[in-house]
């Protein structure tokens, strides 16, 4: 038993699913690298002001409440600091540690930005050969 080669109408469609199939691909990874790149910004700005409070002696700092709306308060002690390790779990750390951890945490978001944006690319590349490989055979049938 022969297997025939598929008709160019089966062809058309078969890529026009996996461009379907790699858009949305394209957009999960898109929005999961935006997610990180939010990630990484917070982790820096976390570890700038650890850095910052402990350096600098200030007699006030402003802290935010939310909704734009700030409070000036003493600044808190640097000697120790609260770090989240997920599952909504809260760790007191001496400050070397929790920027240690921190700066451990960006280098962790980083690696996997580097990654995601690899594989975004990729599907980039194969999403436009299909999509010339698509055009080229409707410009094909068009002039039969």
């Known amino acids: ?7 160019a109408e089966e062809t058309v469609n078969a890529l026009v699913v996996e461009i379907r199939v790699l858009e949305s691909t394209y957009n999960e990874l898109t929005a999961r690298q935006n997610l990180l790149e939010r990630a990484l910004l917070e ?11 402990g350096s600098q002696p200030s007699s006030e700092v402003l802290t935010q409440i ?8 003493k600044p808190p002690s640097t000697e120790s600091v609260l770090v989240s390790v997920g599952s909504n779990v809260v760790i007191e ?20 930005l580097v990654s995601l944006i690899g594989q975004r690319n990729e599907i980039a590349q194969r999403l436009n050969s299909d999509r010339d490989v698509l055009n080229n055979l409707m410009a094909q049938s068009q002039q039969e």
Not at 43 to 53: E, F, Q, T, V
Not at 66 to 73: D, P
């Open 43 to 53: 982790s820096r700005a976390a570890l700038d002001s650890i850095k910052g409070l």
């Open 93 to 112: 750390k001496p400050k070397e540690e929790a920027v240690a951890m921190l700066e451990e945490r960006s280098r962790d978001v980083e690696k996997t």
């Open 1 to 7: 038993m022969s297997r025939q080669q598929p008709t």
């Open 66 to 73: 939310g909704g734009g709306a700030m409070l000036r308060s």
